[in-house]
């Protein structure tokens, strides 16, 4: 028969913030990811199956549905997100170089002086960067090597203390 309704890994829809989410379901050959909404940003299958799917969601509106599919048929969907807004606690921040060869600066601007995480991560969440900052009031830079890793598209998260944070996509050619 066709297959479950997929399990859909992590739950959150958080807007303004790219996310990689991972799908299983019995009997599943493939999946199909439906995101609509006003706007979103960039969308691509990691995986032949698709059961790995990367997103950027915008700032105004996120939704999706999953369907898993078989020879069988189509599955209902999975549509229970959690949902997140991050544009409360979003930091302004920007990397470049983008893309990079392997050197690159992360800038962004805080109100008050605070500790501060940058986590690079690969799209199937493996850290490749990791580094703490005392960031102070005002700009802030800080150079972050990827020299080292192999050419592709990875997430740089900037994360405060004070529970501030923001997802930037970066690519290494």
Known sequence: GKPDVPNVTPTDLC????????????GASSF?????G???????????????????????????EVFAENSCGTSDPFNSWNYCR?????????????????KATV???VTNA???SINVTDLAGREVVSKEVAAERGLNQVEIDLSSV?????LV????????????RLAVE
């Open 15 to 26: 807007i303004g913030q790219p996310s990689v989410y991972f799908a299983t379901a019995t």
């Open 32 to 36: 199909t990811w439906v995101p609509s």
């Open 38 to 64: 006003q706007i979103y940003g960039t969308e691509l299958c990691l995986n032949g199956s698709c059961s790995q799917f990367y997103i950027e969601w915008d700032w105004y509106f996120a939704y999706m």
């Open 86 to 102: 991050i544009n409360g606690n979003a930091l302004d921040a920007q990397v470049y170089p983008n893309p990079t060869d392997g």
């Open 107 to 109: 800038e962004f601007s």
């Open 114 to 116: 605070t500790e501060y």
């Open 150 to 154: 192999g050419k592709g598209l990875y």
């Open 157 to 168: 998260n900037i994360k405060g203390q004070d529970g501030t944070n923001v997802v930037k």
